[in-house]
């Protein structure tokens, strides 16, 4: 590291908090040399391991070359790379570990600058018995936002509380292909959906004062075939109107203050290299002001994977130039850019823009402030408060948002639910039901690292079903056979689990996913599937446990949904979670007493086939199934949007207060939902928007707005909806954002296809081009009822 004493720059203006951020960046910039601007741009990650071991792709290979820390932060750095994370250890101890690699960057660098700290946090904070909320696709099944937002204060918090200042979430990919492995990590296949309830974790993460990261920038969940990292072929409007919907939403109304980008190419142009993505949309259309960072090496997939840069520093050009401001987790392909520079080959004030807004983001967190000022740079580690990451708090509200996301299916015959004091015997089968792990998402700290140390288990308590349901049903005779395997399609246990279901007087099918990384699971990153058939030997449980004919209730947990053709008279109930987390499965248990009403909907649709077709439903109508087209059938067996609850609620036909609107109007749609049964129940009023002609081919139907509430017996709500054709908006033939005159309908409903009410309206005017003034979501409120 330097000689130079610490803090020993020409000029101390940057230090001073009181004088403007831009003032004090421009200061500190003019005083480093251009290895020092180069070093914070550049990550860190104290991280060696060998194959299989990998927690990101081609880890094992293109980690193993970085320098030592002393060599590679001898002239500062931007970040370091999950330090908190990496290797577990007691709360305390790896505390002591991000402010002693602080420390050593403050006492022993010219400026004596700390590093942003980031760390993985979708599921909840990336560390060691740390709480595991619901996967992502949970929250969108709870289609609450306000609930989401909690939950990413609760994660912002803690990870506030451990010196980290960026958390690497959230995803906002919109599922395209069921197959692909990370759908889990998403919210759904709808982008009003996602980018609503999305932008809510945003506000919960930044509120909380630590940057929250959008990802992953775009295109990556439309790649080929829902294999990883391949290229996506989708069209400039799909990529438009499905895609960066999301995105733009979380830029423009939730504050978020970075973006990574995807590692796919769309239409042979890496995102890593595309500078009218990265530069010309997210900051000169949208505004955005924060740091793009990369994906973890996705600047040296330039030469390696895409086959577009002649080398590491070539890389580094290309992605510095296309806005791609901090290289994770390492610096492999920015630091040579110092000898581009020298070369003539790129131009330093492409580096000097890179770094002022690095620099401009560390002075918001107090990084450039004196150093005891900022609590991750003392270098005692009693000094430090060390934060109880599994509190009470913390598991009330991971149990609410499981709680608030299982989705009920089907109830034929009102099978459920279940009385807690039955006396029944009870089969419960299959393989989730005694796997803990089956309820944390592949990115969960006791999934994404903890494998590789068995020594700590799972490092955080979690029931499993199992344990669950005989918590919940403490009089019922329950007896349990696995049945299956998750990976294998080993049917030998079949026959013990067909004799459990016939000695039952019910059975209770658990079958789903096992979360992972890079094929040790069946749903997470690199756990791509073929089909949508149960993995494992699931799908022959199930078809043996059904032949024996005693009432059966299908608990599918699963990461993605896989394909239901079970008709009501072999599956009379069925119900669907999504990695719902540690509290999980008394969420599940929970609904299947009756104790929880569940109020999730479907944030994708659950498929009739397994193979082949169109089968998310936000489609033109040539992705429904016509006559005489194709044998192959599209509809599913659970539109989006689709989930019952216990009791009765009623939404009334919607009242729209105008028939006509002008292409810049707006206009009210409201109706009133009423508990009409005997116990409290939820409601999702949900509001489609149809465009039946249009320049191009749009969807049947797609979501502009949602709202949720719970409602006392008898009582009731006024549910109002602002509407505007800019709703109705889409990317025309010009390639630009356009609203039409003509006839829209808006529906309101229960789901994609149990609709209440439509509602046509004739938009008048001249057609006119939008921006990001646009009405993505529609605005609305939700007015109880005086008793």
Request: net charge negative.
């Amino acid at each position: 590291m330097s000689d130079t004493a610490p803090g020993a720059a020409a000029s101390n203006v940057w230090r001073d908090p009181a004088r403007p951020v831009d003032e004090r960046v421009a200061a500190l910039l003019a005083d480093f040399t251009l290895e020092e601007k180069i070093a914070q741009l550049t990550g860190y990650w104290f991280d060696k391991r060998g194959p299989g071991e990998v927690v990101a792709p081609m880890q094992d290979t293109l980690g193993a070359g970085r320098p030592p820390f002393e060599v590679a932060a001898r002239a500062g750095l931007g970040h370091v790379t999950r330090v908190i994370g990496t290797e577990p250890a007691p709360i305390p101890e790896v505390m002591a570990r991000l402010a002693d690699v602080q420390g050593a960057l403050v006492a022993s660098t010219r400026h004596g600058i700390p590093a942003i700290a980031h760390e993985e946090c979708l599921t909840g904070v990336n560390a060691l018995g740390a709480t595991v909320y619901p996967a992502p696709l949970s929250w969108g099944a709870s289609f609450d936002a306000a609930l989401t937002e909690r939950i990413g204060a609760a994660i912002g918090a803690d990870l506030r509380a451990l010196g980290v200042h960026q958390g690497l979430s959230p995803v906002l990919d919109v599922v395209r292909d069921y197959r692909w492995g990370r759908v889990e990590e998403t919210i759904g296949e709808d982008p009003v959906l996602v980018g609503g309830v999305g932008s809510a974790y945003v506000r919960g993460i930044e509120d909380a004062g630590v940057v929250a990261t959008l990802k992953h920038f775009v295109g990556y969940s439309a790649s080929l075939s829902g294999r990883n990292h391949a290229p996506v072929a989708a069209g400039p409007r799909e990529v438009a109107d499905v895609l960066l919907v999301p995105f733009e939403l979380a830029v423009r109304e939730a504050g978020v203050r970075s973006v990574m980008n995807s590692y796919s190419d769309i239409d042979g142009v890496p995102v890593a290299a595309d500078h009218a993505l990265l530069t010309g949309l997210l900051r000169d259309t949208w505004g955005f002001s924060g740091t793009v960072v990369s994906d973890y090496w996705a600047v040296a997939f330039l030469a390696t994977a895409h086959g577009v840069a002649r080398d590491a520093a070539d890389a580094g050009r290309i992605a510095l130039e296309a806005g791609i401001d901090v290289e994770l987790p390492n610096g492999m392909c920015y630091p040579p850019l110092a000898g581009l520079v020298a070369d003539g080959a790129l131009d330093e004030a492409v580096i000097d823009r890179a770094v002022a807004r690095v620099l401009r983001q560390k002075a918001e967190l107090g990084l450039l402030d004196p150093p005891q000022a900022d609590a991750a740079t003392r270098d005692a580690a009693d000094a430090l408060v060390v934060p109880d990451l599994d509190s009470p708090g913390n598991r009330a509200l991971a149990r609410e948002a499981a709680e608030a996301s299982v989705v009920l299916l089907r109830n034929e015959g009102d099978l459920l639910p279940l009385p807690a004091e039955t006396r029944r015997r009870i089969a419960v089968i299959g393989p989730t039901a005694d796997t803990p792990r089956a309820l944390l998402g592949c990115y969960s700290y006791p999934v994404h690292v903890l494998p590789r140390h068995p020594q700590f288990g799972l490092g955080v308590d979690v029931p499993s079903v199992l344990e669950a349901l005989r918590a919940e049903f403490p009089h019922a005779d329950i007896r349990h056979e696995r049945g299956a395997d998750f990976l294998h399609a080993d049917e030998s246990a079949i026959p013990a689990a067909v004799a459990a279901a016939r000695d039952a007087d019910l059975v209770i099918l658990t079958v789903g996913d096992l979360p992972g990384m890079f094929g040790r699971g069946t749903s997470g990153e690199g756990c791509d599937a073929t089909d949508l058939t149960l993995p494992g030997g699931q799908a022959a449980l199930v078809a043996a446990v059904l032949a024996v004919g005693t009432p059966v209730v299908l608990v599918t947990n699963s990461g993605r949904p896989y394909a239901f053709d079970y008709s009501a008279a072999s599956v009379p109930a069925a119900v669907q979670a999504f990695i719902p987390g540690e509290e999980g499965a008394a969420a599940i248990a929970g609904v299947l007493s009756g104790r929880v009403n569940p109020g999730g909907r479907l944030p994708v649709q659950i498929p009739r086939i397994a193979g082949g077709g169109q089968h998310v439903y936000l489609g033109a109508p040539l992705t429904r199934t016509i006559d005489r087209i194709s044998n192959l059938p599209t509809e599913p067996t659970f539109p989006f949007g689709h989930g019952l609850s216990y009791g009765s609620v009623d939404i009334a036909p919607g009242v729209l207060d105008a028939q006509t609107i002008a292409t810049d109007g707006t206009a009210s749609l409201s109706t009133v939902v009423r508990n009409t049964g005997t116990t409290a129940a939820p409601v999702v009023v949900q509001l489609y928007v149809s465009d039946p002609v249009a320049e191009i081919a749009r969807p049947v139907r797609r979501l502009v707005g949602f709202a949720k509430t719970t409602l006392a017996p008898s009582a009731a709500a006024t549910v109002t909806f602002t509407v505007s054709p800019e709703l109705a908006a889409y990317t025309g033939i010009d390639l630009q954002r356009r609203v039409d005159a003509g006839t829209l309908v808006f529906s309101l409903g229960r789901s994609s296809e149990d609709l209440v009410s439509e509602h046509a309206v004739e938009v008048v005017g001249d057609p006119r081009h939008v921006g990001t003034e646009q009405m993505i979501v529609a605005p609305v409120s939700v007015v109880l009822a005086e008793a």
